[in-house]
């Protein structure tokens, strides 16, 4: 038993649950950041800083934001390990796949692809986490902390909205490799689930990035 959770069938699997957490994870997110182009003028504002005030306040969103937090540390810490070993070994992703899956590009690059995001984290994290936390931002006619005005403000520049993009691009190659990779490591990726498995994450990941991309992009458009 010792020497399971000390192998790196066990590594492989708490990044792909983790990883797989962190999916439903961004679901939720986009939703939430929906409400940004769904709504308009005040009604946007005062939704949206409303909901910011809720996700930052309410104690079971403050556990699973503690969840979401030690699954995004896991994920990398392990993907990390992982790709050390496979650098020692042949190269795996989460779980060891037949060679024509092992040539595209994705799961060729997860290392870079994940380098990249992170440092998109990072980075969006110190735009909007931190101040909504710990910034000097005003308040909404309802006295609310304006996240939704730096939202906004920080989407009206044309190099942020790219980088915001570019990002979500990269996010997109990330999770059409890593959603069937991780199915594939906790053992349902098998010929009968095969298939609508592997069309789910194509189509998840087109949809989820291109639905984050939307947001800053027409938000850049209205501020023209």
Same mark, same amino acid.
């Given at each position: 038993?010792?020497?399971? +959770? ?18 439903? +994870?961004? !679901? ?26 809720? @996700?930052? *306040? ?5 556990? %699973?934001? =503690? ?42 690059? $997860? ?10 984290? !990072?980075?969006? $994290? ?5 101040? @909504? ?13 304006? #996240?939704? *005005?730096? *939202? ?13 993009? +570019?990002? $979500? !691009? ?17 053992? %349902? ?12 994450? !194509?189509? +998840? ?11 800053? =992009?027409?938000?850049? #458009?209205?501020?023209?």
């Amino acid at each position: 038993m010792n020497s399971y +959770f000390s192998s790196t069938l066990f590594r492989k699997t708490l990044a792909a649950l983790s990883g797989l957490f962190l999916v439903i +994870f961004l !679901i939720g997110h986009l939703i939430g950041n929906l409400q940004l182009i769904l709504l308009s003028g005040e009604a946007a504002q005062k939704q949206f800083n409303e909901y910011a005030l809720f @996700m930052t *306040t309410n104690p079971a969103v403050k556990i %699973l934001s =503690i969840v979401t937090y030690t699954s995004i540390i896991l994920h990398i810490l392990l993907t990390i390990i992982l790709v050390l070993q496979s650098k020692q070994a042949r190269p795996i992703g989460y779980a060891v796949e037949g060679g024509g899956e092992n040539s595209a590009w994705a799961s060729r690059n $997860m290392a870079l692809l994940g380098s990249l995001l992170l440092v998109f984290i !990072i980075l969006h $994290m110190k735009s909007f986490w931190y101040e @909504m936390h710990w910034g000097a931002i005003g308040n909404d006619p309802s006295g609310n902390k304006d #996240l939704y *005005t730096v *939202t906004v403000v920080a989407f009206q520049n044309i190099w942020y909205t790219a980088f915001y993009v +570019f990002s $979500m !691009i990269i996010l997109g190659f990330h999770l059409s490799h890593g959603i069937g990779s991780g199915f594939q490591t906790i053992g %349902l990726k098998t010929r009968k689930y095969l298939e609508p498995i592997e069309k789910t994450a !194509i189509l +998840f990941s087109i949809l989820i990035p291109s639905a984050f991309a939307s947001i800053p =992009i027409i938000l850049y #458009l209205q501020s023209l």
